[in-house]
């Protein structure tokens, strides 16, 4: 199945793409396509997502069709998803 | 054809007779008035007034009673604009430079209420672009910004928390509000605000900042819509750091973005385009 995966901020930059298409197995967890699509776009991709224990960082903000994805527990993705990330970045 | 017309005069509806010039009109209500103002512009010439006008004649330098001085603030305020406005509630997190600036615009504007949480106290490293004064060190933010909102626009309704914002009380202390502002330093805590206010309302919109520390162009700072109920602004990437600090400018521009998008989400239009 495919989802649509949305990358904003710094994130955009690496990966020099907006949007793009991810295919994904069943049970796959919003977490496993972030570090799937790391693998693809180098080490800084990944090291704004996730912090040294894989965790995702606090600061990320994940949006699972509009509604922010709790990062304490494992969330499905389903075929025709739109997963969103934006980094948030200090100041203020 | 009626012999009257209906027109507000400082906000009161009034009958005067049709033909009725404006200039004959403050020359007859108030002589020397220096500054007329109909239908929320300044009026440089002389019209023969019409039905549904709104008209204020105001004398520069007079400090108005208070029951007039709204009347009088509301004259500058675009009709139609000012009485959606003046029923919302806005909620702010956060009340430093981001949270400081916004109030400001927004109470100007003559919003109905404020709800504003910060749980720090006025330093003076926060007087570069916080807007707050000298002799307001030490004390709460919200407390400090509270009173010069006072001093601004005493019609706006503001209900101050000092706390930390949490997960677990973000829902209460912001229940009320039609629209919600993200003006955190914290880059974590920004993305509390958007996951706990967003989980408990889905359809109430946010307005975020991210990116607008330096002084990198202002026209790099932009309003965009991120998903259906998220407005963010900021250039995304520039975050602030050692050799890129958070300047009046720049988090002024940002602020700013934020407050029309606001104003523009509770007149029911599009933030971005």
Redesign the interface.
């Known amino acids: 199945m495919d989802i649509t995966l949305k990358l904003?901020?710094?994130l955009r930059?690496l990966a020099d793409q907006e949007e793009m298409i991810v295919g994904v197995e069943d049970d796959t967890t919003v977490e496993d396509v972030l570090m799937e699509v790391s693998a693809d776009f180098g080490d800084d991709f990944r090291n704004i997502l996730f912090d040294e224990k894989g965790m995702l960082?606090?600061?990320?903000?994940v949006?699972l069709n509009?509604?922010?994805v709790?990062?304490s527990d494992p969330t499905i993705v389903d075929d025709g998803d739109t997963l969103?990330v934006?980094?948030?970045?200090?100041?203020? | 054809m009626s012999d009257t017309i209906q027109i507000k005069l400082s906000e009161r509806p009034e009958e005067i007779p049709a033909g009725t010039m404006l200039f004959a009109l403050r020359d007859a209500r108030k002589p020397g008035a220096d500054v007329v103002v109909r239908n929320g512009a300044p009026a440089g010439e002389d019209c023969e007034l019409q039905d549904g006008d709104d008209v204020v004649f105001i004398t520069r330098g007079e400090i108005p009673d208070r029951d007039q001085l709204e009347n009088l603030m509301a004259a500058r305020h675009t009709p139609g604009v000012h009485a959606k406005i003046k029923q919302a509630t806005v909620g702010i997190a956060g009340a430093g430079g981001l949270g400081s600036a916004i109030a400001i615009a927004l109470a100007r504007i003559g919003i109905g209420r404020l709800i504003v949480a910060d749980f720090d106290v006025v330093e003076p490293s926060n007087l570069n672009r916080q807007q707050f004064f000298i002799d307001q060190i030490g004390l709460p933010k919200v407390e400090a910004l509270k009173e010069n909102l006072d001093r601004i626009n005493p019609y706006v309704a503001i209900d101050t928390h000092l706390l930390k914002l949490t997960p677990a009380n973000v829902p209460e202390v912001f229940g009320a509000v039609d629209v919600m502002v993200e003006a955190f330093d914290r880059a974590d805590q920004k993305a509390m605000i958007v996951e706990s206010f967003c989980r408990a309302f889905p359809a109430k919109p946010i307005v975020v900042a991210t990116g607008l520390a330096g002084h990198m162009p202002s026209n790099t700072v932009v309003t965009r819509k991120v998903g259906k109920s998220m407005v963010v602004v900021g250039d995304l990437v520039t975050a602030a750091q050692p050799g890129t600090g958070l300047m009046a400018p720049r988090v002024g521009v940002a602020a700013h973005h934020q407050a029309n998008a606001v104003l523009r989400l509770l007149l029911g239009e599009d933030p971005e385009q």
């Open positions: 904003f901020g710094q930059h960082r606090p600061s990320m903000m949006l509009d509604t922010p709790d990062k969103t934006l980094p948030a970045i200090a100041g203020g």
